[in-house]
């Protein structure tokens, strides 16, 4: 059987922790920072955590990881 593939898209935007929970970085933090607020600026550096139902979609995109 062929290996399977990882969905590049998602292994730049995703990683996993040990305990097997899924990482994702902040959004709007990227360009025209100036007109954003700094009280945003600095909520949108923080990472998260995908719930579980989002997560398990993302195991599916990383095979191996």
Do not use: I
């Amino acid at each position: 059987m062929a290996k399977m593939k990882t969905k590049r898209s998602a292994a730049k935007r995703f990683s996993f922790t040990a305990s097997g929970k899924v990482k994702h970085g902040g959004a709007n933090h990227r360009h025209c920072l100036t007109a954003k607020a700094k009280t945003a600026k600095v909520r949108a550096r923080a990472t998260g955590y995908l719930q579980p139902g989002d997560a398990h979609l993302v195991k599916l995109m990383m095979p191996y990881a």
